[in-house]
């Protein structure tokens, strides 16, 4: 009350002052002054005093006024709807994003019962029991978590959000915090996401589909290729043999030479697409290790003469000899490296070596290397050599010719067997192939067994003959039968030929044969039926009649169904006088000649 106005104080000598200070009115008048002085300086200091608190309280309100400008901002400007409800659950702050998303301005909505308005109706309940407890305790599940829901629009829409909320505790009540996010662009993410994924899987399966389809095609087609071949390649075999002009010879050779090119080249593509439809099994056998180096000895040796190089076959002393695995594999890709060794090399020496890699437990780890003093390749064609069609010079393929697939073959088939496969080669200096294979050694080596359906050819030389015995051949094919009949009689045999399966076991029936060829697609009865019948009639057919299987389907499968209808062996189309003969030693004894 006192600041702002200005006092006079006046101090007055009364009776009682006088009579002790008689003399003294000098003295009141002193006295007084003082008096008015010290409240004077008193009255100012306390207003300073004042004015500096006015300062404070100012400065102070209008920090707090900042302040609060920006949390307005921030709120204001969130992407997020920022939204508040107090203790009675009404909507106490409702931000500009809260707006946008939920559509109510913020006039609207305060004071409205939060839950009323944008809860779905589905979740009221639940929201309602939790609301109760938290009033009383500002606690709950929901809180201190982000959920994913949905809220009510405005407009009566229902939008995806996802909603976080917190407690805050004022004036002793609760009051909850809520942020809110519209996810309907991230579910419309989501979803486009989802049906992207689902619909790359949908592909995928679709691509894996035509892959196998494209695999059973090119098994067809080369099955379906090999049946015509038969024809070509026994045809011309016969032609050979048969009294020629020197230009019918070279004409028969040429043809002979393509049609072998070109039935190597099928083999190798039911082979790579065998593969790739997972379909090529491999065989567990006993074999000698022996056996499949000769078997390399007679196929190239001869070849490697012709062209003045020296062919080298060694299997050094600790390699064992018998040993358990699929020598037919074995033998394809060694041979497939020799013959590429053979082809391109001019002079020197071809040589091919096993030696041991490396003993684990219970396998024996072998490493085959095949090397020539050829012409070499070139340090940056050796990367791409295993990847199917891929030669390392155009100009060198067109001079020796081969297609490209039989490395990619080579190297699927070791992998298939656990190995690996490389190259090591200088241009113009020769080239090494290596691969290593794991092989299980086989217990016994009395238990040695040549993959009995893989006939390798019978030595060079002399055929050997069945004169006069009796073949029965079963084959729809009439190109097939007279390629067939043709190769059977030059090895001494008698044919008669039928067209299907039921006619075979009738002709069995009635007459006595030595041994039966059966095809094994054929109208009426196929061969495997024919077979099953014939070996469950054995009262009146000899059990031991050997009945050979002899087809274009080159399919592993295939030898284990013929095996199990009864057949006694297998061989595939195109057949040739000495797979005949190979097969014909094997289960008939020849006929003494005379
Ligand atoms: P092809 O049927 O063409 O021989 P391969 O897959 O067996 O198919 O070989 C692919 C290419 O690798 C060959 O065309 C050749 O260019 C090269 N090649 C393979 N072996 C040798 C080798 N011993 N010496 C030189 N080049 C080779």
Known sequence: MAFGKTFLVTAKAGPEFVALHPASAWLTALFGLLLSAAAASLVSVLHRRREKLEQLVMKRSSELQERSADLKAITDSAFDAIVMMDALGHVSYWNPAAERILGYTSSEVIGQDLHGLIVPARYRDGFNAGFLRFQQTGQGAALGKTHDLEAIHKDGQEIPVQISLSAIETNGAWHAVGILRDTTERKFADEALRQATARASEQAAKAELANQAKSEF??????????????????????????????????????????????????GILDLSKVEAGKLDLEVLDFDISAVFNHLTRIFAQQARNKGLEFITTIDPDVPRALRGDPGRLRQVLVNLAGNAVKFTATGVVTVRVGLADAALGAIGLRFVVSDTGIGIAADKQALLFEKFSQADVSTTRHYGGSGLGLAISKQLVQLMGGDIGVESTEGHGTSFWFTLPLAQSLSLTQLNPNPLQPTAPAIGKLPTWQGLRALL?????????????FLQKLGLRVDVVGNGSDACQALTSEVYDVVFMDLQMPVMDGLDATRLLRSSQATINPGLPVIAMTANAMVGARQQCLEAGMNDYITKPVTTRSLAHVLEKWMPRVPSH
Not at 238 to 260: G, P
Not at 474 to 479: C, F, K, L, P, T
């Open 218 to 267: 090119l098994a067809n087609m080369s099955h379906e290729i090999r049946t015509p071949m038969n024809g070509v390649i026994g045809m011309t075999e016969q032609l050979l043999d048969s009294a020629l002009t020197s230009q019918q010879r070279h004409c028969a050779e040429v043809i002979r030479d393509s049609s072998e090119a070109l039935l190597n080249l099928i083999n």
């Open 474 to 486: 079963a084959e729809d094919n009439i190109i097939n039968q007279k390629v067939a009949v043709g």
